[in-house]
T-cell receptor, first 113, second 113 residues
Framework: NAGVTQTPKFQVLKTGQSMTLQCAQD?????MSWYRQDPGMGLRLIHY???????DQGEVPNGYNVSRSTTEDFPLRLLSAAPSQTSVYFC????????????FGPGTRLTVT | GQNIDQPTEMTATEGAIVQINCTYQ??????LFWYQQHAGEAPTFLSY????GLEEKGRFSSFLSRSKGYSYLLLKELQMKDSASYLC??????????????FGTGTRLTVIP
């Protein structure tokens, strides 16, 4: 089991560029989510999904889109990158039966200049 | 709204015991979680409390009082590798199939020889 994988590990974008952060899990988890982590702030939920074809907004969704076409994959799209989106992004997944434990991916460190 | 408070930093000595406190005010309550995060790495699950009382898991224990909106994480026999950030998180109103967590800013623990 690879667990939760994220690509890329590091990315630098210019303001206005778009890109997709990839997240995949091989544990057949129904629930997947994206968080961002900024210095002095807790992890904040961007978007989440409870199954293929079902997504919803979290605490800070503006500027981000998601889709969930398969159970395994949950990509996060930045539509037009802004310096305020400079952050570390974590993808997480969990099963609905054991919803108390979330597994986090290794993170993507994004810098927008 | 959601509010979680925990100390920003703590220092403790190798072999000692340390208690990290967390207070919370959330709209609804469906579990309190503790995660460990080493610098530059992903958070990893430590413990989960949904009922009042103490949950023990090896050197780590977590306590919850729902009436007081209070939890603590107790680390015994501290080791140098326990130097990390400890994140308190609450799962609020239960949404169908969701496992959304609201995180505090984390407590950075430094273990000294």
């Amino acid at each position: 089991n690879a667990g939760v994988t994220q690509t890329p590990k590091f990315q630098v974008l210019k303001t206005g560029q778009s890109m997709t952060l990839q997240c995949a899990q091989d544990m057949n988890h129904e629930y997947m989510s994206w968080y961002r982590q900024d210095p002095g702030m807790g992890l904040r939920l961007i978007h989440y999904s409870v199954g293929a074809g079902i997504t919803d907004q979290g605490e800070v969704p503006n500027g981000y889109n998601v889709s969930r076409s398969t159970t395994e994959d949950f990509p996060l799209r930045l539509l037009s990158a802004a310096p305020s989106q400079t952050s570390v992004y974590f993808c997480a997944s969990s099963s609905l039966e054991q919803a108390y434990e979330q597994y986090f991916g290794p993170g993507t460190r994004l810098t927008v200049t | 709204g959601q509010n979680i408070d925990q100390p920003t930093e703590m220092t403790a000595t190798e072999g000692a015991i340390v208690q990290i406190n967390c207070t919370y005010q959330t709209s609804g309550f469906n579990g309190l979680f503790w995660y460990q995060q080493h610098a530059g790495e992903a958070p990893t699950f430590l413990s989960y409390n949904v009922l009042d009382g103490l949950e023990e898991k090896g050197r780590f224990s977590s306590f919850l009082s729902r009436s007081k909106g209070y939890s603590y994480l107790l680390l015994k026999e501290l080791q140098m590798k326990d130097s990390a950030s400890y994140l308190c998180a609450v799962r609020g109103e239960e949404q169908t199939g969701a496992n959304n967590l609201f995180f505090g800013t984390g407590t950075r623990l430094t273990v000294i020889p």
